[in-house]
């Protein structure tokens, strides 16, 4: 009766506020602007799909229509969505995938977060093409805490592929290897004209000497880090994940799959055009047991208006750092700091009530019936957190079992620690380290109670970075470092002053990162890989955080609609 009433009460809290409404229409169709013709999942026709542009702290409403011939969800990513997990979008994680020919409409809360975040597909390999930017602004009377840009401009990082992207996940599963590689990385939809089949839809950005553009970049690739300069020009990174930093010049940033920044280009040299340029990092490239990589640069233009004739028929590229440049990809996270002034306060937890250490590992698990799979030892690629290979559950979500106590869904004995301890960062590490145990896990916090995670990488099998994303709630990167986690020297050395606040950090390889957050919001959040392949295999766990005593600090109700399973 109670929950009823509940329901009945959120349906007139939205009837009455008059929220804004989007809608975005998923279709399977042709696209014909790339270079090869073939069907992909985009929403309202775009590739990338429509910037959402709301206010700090504006909830909105977005209808989510399914056209097309596979389920769908939408995830807000790096929206807290304060007690109403309903709307976070994971597959069977928060919600079933909402089917073809039915519609979802779905809450999006927005809280503290200000600056660019994205939205994406949180089904399968979806998000490949399904994914678009949101900017934030600050609410009136406030404003940005940097002189405002002349423009602002949403640049977003992607990979194509010219094979079906549902082929390449149906063939992951089938061989038990790795996919096959992306053909080429894309800016704003386009590789570049370096490949000559984009040379005419190569986006282009036009500038006016002196004047400064926000640009506002999101990494929606799915397999990889990337490197992003632009010739000749330094870039003032100012936001990351929502989030304000001290302004911080560099040359190139590096940028996680997952990860968004907010960076100032001023343009203050010679009218002429330049080479806008991303391509890959990794270092996994010529690892032992390595894996193939895009080596493709993708590119878009930087052109100064005025009367000019071009100093070459081929724009300047910048320079980039090696593909496996380790030491170039941690510079951005050894240097970023939060504003932490009057106008952004920050609120590091001091005193920790809940301490948790969680290996990452690349492993492999025996193929199905005795069958012999294409990866290491004849077995098949997996991940894992803590030696668990997260299995999603495939007849209801958790978050549904879990608010209708519904048993035998998950389990909730997902380790603290590490079952087993061994050398994390290792050489030559024993193949009976491979194997991780398979399960449905999660792990149970307190209400308010206030974590330090250490996400530990691990040498197992192929040991490479991973870059970790947590729903529902934002945190401090208080720490990172090289080898295995000191836990009297390390935590020595954290930045309990002003550390960044982002929603996804990485972990270097054979490395560690520290990171700190309060448990204040109520609900079911995923944590994952953000490196789908290695997310597929099973590097995830969920996290429930309890409801506090207080109506206040407990979940919402569900929504009427939500997808049934």
Not at 4 to 27: D, E, P, S
Not at 82 to 106: A, L
């Amino acid at each position: 009766m109670l929950q009823n009433l509940g329901i009945l009460f959120l349906n007139f809290l939205l009837t009455c506020q008059a929220l804004r409404h989007y809608k975005f229409v998923v279709r399977d169709a042709p696209y014909t602007k790339l270079c090869s013709t073939k069907n992909i999942l985009t929403v309202n026709g775009q590739f990338p799909g429509p910037t959402l542009h709301v206010t700090k702290g504006e909830n909105i409403i977005v209808d989510v229509y399914n056209r097309a011939n596979y389920n769908i969800t939408i995830h807000w990513h790096g929206v807290n969505q304060p007690r109403y997990p309903w709307s976070d979008g994971p597959e069977y994680v928060t919600q079933c995938p909402i089917r073809p020919g039915e519609k979802f409409s779905q809450r999006v809360i927005f809280s503290e977060e200000e600056g660019t975040l994205w939205w994406h597909a949180h089904s399968d390999w979806s998000r490949a093409t399904v994914h678009g930017a949101i900017v934030i602004k600050p609410k009136p009377p406030t404003t940005y805490p940097f002189p405002k840009p002349h423009k602002e401009v949403p640049i977003i990082l992607g990979e194509w592929w010219k094979k079906d992207v549902v082929e390449v996940y149906n063939d992951l599963f089938r061989t038990g290897d790795d996919p096959i590689i992306s053909d080429a990385y894309t800016i704003n939809g386009q590789p570049g004209d370096l490949l000559p089949c984009s040379k005419n839809e190569t986006f282009k950005l036009k500038v006016d000497y002196g004047k400064t553009y926000l640009l506002r970049i999101v990494n929606a690739a799915i397999q990889d880090t990337v490197f992003f300069a632009i010739a000749k020009h330094q870039l003032t990174v100012v936001g990351t994940d929502g989030s304000y930093v001290k302004p911080l010049k560099v040359d190139y940033i590096s940028i996680s799959p997952g990860q968004t920044m907010d960076v100032i280009l001023e343009a203050n040299q010679k009218l002429d055009r330049y080479y806008m340029a991303a391509r890959v990092y990794t270092s996994a490239f010529g690892a032992v047991i390595g894996v193939a990589i895009d080596t493709t640069t993708t590119t878009a233009i930087v052109q100064y208006r005025g009367k000019y004739i071009p100093s070459s028929t081929i724009p300047s590229l910048p320079l980039l750092p090696g593909i496996n440049d380790t030491n170039a990809s941690v510079n951005l996270l050894s240097k970023l700091r939060s504003l932490a002034n009057n106008e952004h306060p920050i609120d590091v937890p001091l005193n920790i009530s809940t301490n948790l250490f969680f290996t990452t590992s690349m492993n492999s698990v025996p193929c199905a019936n005795g069958s012999t799979c294409h990866g290491p030892l004849g077995n098949r690629l997996a991940a894992s957190m803590n030696n668990v290979s997260f299995e999603l559950p495939s007849r209801n979500s958790i978050l549904q079992a879990y608010y209708n106590n519904i048993s035998g869904v998950f389990g909730e004995k997902f380790p603290n620690v590490p079952p087993l301890i061994f050398n994390y960062t290792g050489n030559n590490l024993s193949t009976i380290l491979w194997t991780p145990s398979v399960a449905t896990e999660v792990n149970v916090l307190e209400y308010n109670s206030t974590v330090e995670l250490v996400l530990q990488g691990t040498s197992l099998l192929r040991g490479t970075e991973h870059p970790m994303h947590l729903h529902g709630h934002s945190f401090y990167v208080v720490g990172w470092g090289f080898g295995n986690f000191d836990k009297v020297k390390d935590p020595l050395r954290y930045n309990l002053v002003d550390p960044p606040y982002q929603n996804t950090v990485a972990i270097p390889r054979s490395g560690w990162t520290a990171i700190r957050f309060r448990a204040k919001n109520p609900g079911v959040w995923f944590m994952h890989c953000h490196l789908e392949r290695h997310a597929t295999w099973g590097m995830a766990t969920t996290f429930i955080v309890k409801n506090g005593n207080c109506p206040e600090e407990q979940m919402l109700p569900p929504p009427p609609d939500m997808p049934p399973c």
